[in-house]
C-alpha cells in the first residue's frame, strides 16, 4: 500500500480497529456445497460476476446511484455513515453496471437511466478544481472528509472515477439522443478537471489532494510505481487541462528511477515498488486499479513493458503463497492474494512482507486476465469449500483462516475491480472501450507509450 494511502486511512483505522476488535467473532466452516460443486467454470464466473455487479446496481446510495463506500451486512458502521458514497470506487461500479447490460441482468435502457442520474449528480456534487473528494455524502454532494485534512479534492480518485465515465462514454457513443445527452454530460465533467493545476503552481509531479481550507499541507506528491498510473496519462489525455511529459517522467518516474533490476520468485519485477523493501512488491491493488481501463497487453513505455509488470505482479504473489513462509493455515495452490483490505485489526496493506495471515478474494479474482489458471483455482475453493464466506455481493472482503477470522463486510474499492477484470478475462470489453478512447491516446502518444495489437 502506498505510504500516502496508509496516512489517509490512519484514522479510519484507529476508529474501525476499537470496533472491529469489539464486533462479534466470526469463524470461517470449511463446507462444501453441492450446487456449486456442480458448476462449470463458466457458470461459476457468471455467479460472482452477477454478485458483485449488484453491490452497485441494488447496493447502490439511493438518491446518488453512486456506490456506497461500504456495505456491512452486520449494519455496523464505525467510520462513515452508510449514505458515504466513494469517488474511486463509483468509477469501478460504473463499469461493473456495463457488465450487468453486458450479461443481460438488466437492459441498456436501465442502465442509461441509473448514468444520467449519476452525472446529474456529479454535476452539482463538490469540487475543488475539477476534482472530487474522496468521499461525497450521497445525500447532499458536500463532500465529507476523509481525514481532517482530506476535505478537498482528491485527484486520484478523480482519475478512478473518470477512468469509468470515459468508459462509458465509449460504450454510448454512437447511440440515440437521450444517450447522446449523457456523453455529452461526461465529456464536460471531463473537460472541467483541471489536472494540470494539481502540480503545484508548477512543479514537475502531479500532487494527490488539495483542499481549500488546508491547501497542500496533505503534501502527497505521487511519483514512484503504485496505483495511480492511470491519473498520469488521464493527465496527459486532458483536451483542457493538461500536463507536459516532464511531469511524467520527473514526477511519476522519478528521472528513471521506476526502473527495478529486481526478481522474486524468478519472476522481474520490472519497476521499482520503491515505497516497500528492496525486491518487494505492493499489495495486488496495483495491477488491478488502473488496468480496469487501460490495457496493459502490448502496452509500453521507455520504462516497462506493462503486461510483463502486471502479469508478474500476480504470479510473484501466487508463488508467494504455494512458498507461504509464515505456515499460514490453508495458503497454497487454491487460497492465494494479498491486497489492503479489512483485517483483523482495523484495515491493513497485506503484500509478501506484510503478511498477516489475511488472504482478501479480490487480489486473486481481480487478477484472471493475468493468471487465469490460479485465479479460477482460488474462485472454485472460494464457492466449494468456503462458502460460508460468500454473501449477498460475493465473497466477503477478508477473511483469516490462521486466526478463524472474517466479517461479514464489502468495500466497494474491493468489489469492483472483480467484475470488471473478470470481464476483461472473458471479452476485453473495457479495454476495447477505453483504448479507443481519442483522448486517451492522444495521452499515452504524448507519454511516449506504444500499444500494440
Known sequence: MSISRIYKILFVLIIFCFFSCKSEKKEPVITKNKQTLQLTDTELLDTIQKQTFNYFWEGAEPNSGLARERLHMDDVYPTSPKNTVTTGGSGFGLMAI????????????????????????????????????????????????????????DLVETAFLVQGLLTVSEYFKDGNEKEQELVNKIDQLWKEVEWNWYTKNGEDVLYWHWSPEYNWEMNFPVGGYNECLIMYVLAAASPTHSISKSVYEKGWARDGKIVSNDSLYGEPLVLDYFEHDTAAVGPLFWAHYSYLGLNPKGLSDQYADYWTLTQNHAKIHYKYAQENPKNYKGYGDSLWGLTSSYSIKGYAGHRPGNDLGVVSPTAALSSFPYTPKESMQMLRYMYTKQDSLIGKYGPYDAFSLEDNWYLPRYLAIDQGPIPVMIENHRTGLFWKLFMQNKDVQTGLDKLGFTVKK
Open 98 to 153: 456495463l457488465v450487468g447490460v453486458e450479461r443481460g441482468w438488466i437492459t441498456k435502457d436501465e442502465a442509461l437511466n441509473r448514468y444520467l442520474k449519476i452525472v446529474d449528480f456529479l454535476e452539482k456534487a463538490d469540487r475543488f478544481h475539477g476534482a472530487w473528494s474522496h468521499w461525497i455524502d450521497g445525500e447532499t454532494g458536500k463532500a465529507y472528509p476523509f481525514g481532517k485534512k482530506d476535505n478537498g479534492g
